[in-house]
């Protein structure tokens, strides 16, 4: 991808996307984790730059003719060089053209009007902003977004009250709102797919909470409700939690690794050993 600036930019992106933590890259190349971070974050903000000219999501969807989703194996299929780094890129990188679903390893194509743009980089931004951050955060995201910068700026002072030299949200994120409403309504899961869930779901929000300016398409909707939930049965999304079992039940299981003489262990493995414990404290669904 003509997205490296330098051969030690290409050599960090690969090993992140081979998944090597900052620090074990740093040892490697003998600098700080926060170089490395540095520089995978400079060559983020190149990959934007290049993507917003490529829009490769966009253009395999069109293929597909206009599917609303594109795979991994899509796009693996579409490309022959560096696709390992190129998929990290694309499964980190926030925008409103599509979105990511980690449990499926999908992206959903998302809906490309600027106000929506707009509001999901919006919600995308930190809870505070310290006035001299301003400016390199809304460039980014801006860039990020490919929303103009006075567009932005207008929305977020529209999102944001001034204290002192700090900025912070006048009302909840979308990101907030949504997670209140599932813990409250549905600890047991929602079909984030489903169209009629989805229409009960909007309700809700605007009984609790009012317009808080929801996406008007599903699609972009359900991306949102996947990427705050698990995805704990075919196309049911469940509220994260502080832990889903007891320690005791954790612990019995944990012990059960230890003593095995197996060294890998595959999921279904555990569930059919523990399956009626599991079943009982509703941790595997």
């Not at 069109?62 to 022959?80: L, P, R």
């Not at 999901?120 to 990020?144: F, H, K, M, W, Y």
């Not at 999102?159 to 990101?175: F, I, K, P, Q």
Request: proline residues 2%.
């Amino acid at each position: 991808m003509p997205i490296f600036s330098n051969k030690r930019m290409e050599s960090i992106v690969q090993m992140r996307a081979r998944k090597k933590t900052l620090a074990q890259i740093g040892d490697a190349f003998g600098v700080t984790r926060e170089r490395v971070r540095q520089i995978e974050a400079k060559a983020r903000r190149k990959f934007s730059r290049y993507y917003s000219h490529i829009r490769l999501i966009t253009r395999i969807s069109a293929e597909k003719n206009g599917a609303s989703t594109v795979s991994s194996n899509d796009i693996e299929g579409y490309c022959k060089t560096n696709v390992t780094e190129l998929l990290y890129f694309l499964r980190n990188y926030e925008n409103a053209h599509y979105t990511y679903d980690e449990q499926l390893d999908i992206f959903i194509i998302g809906d490309d009007s600027l106000q929506e743009r707009v509001r999901a980089t919006i919600d995308r931004l930190p809870d505070i902003v310290n006035v001299n951050q301003l400016s390199t955060i809304l460039d980014e995201a801006g860039e990020d977004g490919d929303i103009p910068i006075g567009i932005l700026q207008k929305a977020f002072v529209e999102a944001y009250r001034l204290t002192g030299d700090v900025y912070h949200r006048t009302r909840l994120s979308l990101a907030k709102v949504y997670k209140t409403v599932l813990k409250k309504h549905y600890f047991d899961g929602i079909r984030a797919y489903d169209p009629d869930a989805l229409q009960e779901f909007r309700r809700i929000v605007i009984d609790e909470f009012g317009d808080v300016g929801m996406p008007e398409n599903d699609r972009a909707l359900t991306a949102r409700i996947s990427s705050i939930c698990i995805l704990c049965n075919r196309g049911m999304y469940m509220p994260k939690r502080a832990k889903y079992i007891s320690n005791g039940l954790a612990g019995r299981i944990l012990q059960y690794i230890d003593e095995s003489d197996l060294k890998i262990f595959l999921m279904n493995t555990l569930y059919s050993v523990f399956e009626r414990e599991l079943n009982e404290e509703g941790g595997i669904q």
